[in-house]
């Protein structure tokens, strides 16, 4: 049982580079998330799945789009990267939401 | 857009003292709070959740809420230097489906 799972665990782009995030569960968790955390600012919510077949926005969803895979899986996908998304990336499930939502390792993100 | 206040720290107490958090939030109708302490380059994890006036108590962890004066805090007795961590405070956003976190405040337990 491995919970959550990200990958990569690091990444460096150039800007204007594209790269999707990937996130798993094991969980059997319907909601699932994706949080950015800058220095002094935060987790902040790019956006979250609520249940399979559903997305909505989060906070800071600018630049970003996401896909529900599946009930296991939900990726980020940064189209064309820029400095501002240089940041460390988590994803994140639960069960019943917002109840105990249970956070992956994370993935830094370095945007030249 | 909910708000969730905490001091940023540094919060500094020896070790074997009582720690005390704290965190405000601007949404009256909040109804549940979550602590989550996050270790130096990690990711947060769940240590406290609260969902009624009072307090609750979990090994050496006590979570306080009071709805009124909108505040909840956590305090960690008997502290250890394992306990040294940003401690986030967490509140249910629009819908359900979000949390807003606060900016944490970092704790340092001196041995």
């Known amino acids: 049982n491995a919970g959550v799972t990200q990958t990569p665990k690091f990444q460096v782009l150039k800007t204007g580079q594209s790269m999707t995030l990937q996130c798993a569960q094991d969980m059997n968790h319907n909601s699932m998330y994706w949080y950015r955390q800058d220095p002094g600012m935060g987790l902040r919510l790019i956006y979250y799945?609520?249940?399979?077949?559903?997305?909505d926005k989060g906070e800071v969803p600018n630049g970003y789009n996401v896909s529900r895979l599946n009930k296991r899986e939900f990726s980020l996908r940064l189209e064309s990267a820029a400095p501002s998304q240089t940041s460390v990336y988590f994803c994140?499930?639960?069960?019943?939401?917002?109840?105990?939502?249970?956070f992956g390792p994370g993935t830094r993100l370095t945007v030249l | 857009q909910k708000e969730v206040e905490q001091n940023s720290g540094p919060l500094s107490v020896p070790e074997g003292a009582i720690a005390s958090l704290n965190c405000t939030y601007s949404d009256r109708g909040s109804q549940s709070f979550f602590w989550y302490r996050q270790y130096s380059g990690k990711s947060p994890e769940l240590i406290m959740f609260i969902y009624s006036n009072g307090d609750k108590e979990d090994g050496r962890f006590t979570a306080q809420l009071n709805k009124a004066s909108q505040y909840v805090s956590l305090l960690i007795r008997d502290s250890q230097p394992s306990d040294s961590a940003t401690y986030l405070c967490a509140v249910p956003g629009a819908g359900s489906y979000q949390l807003t976190f606060g900016k944490g405040t970092k704790l340092s337990v001196i041995p």
């Open positions: 799945s609520a249940s399979e077949g559903t997305t």
């Open positions: 994140a499930s639960s069960g019943q939401a917002p109840d105990t939502q249970y």
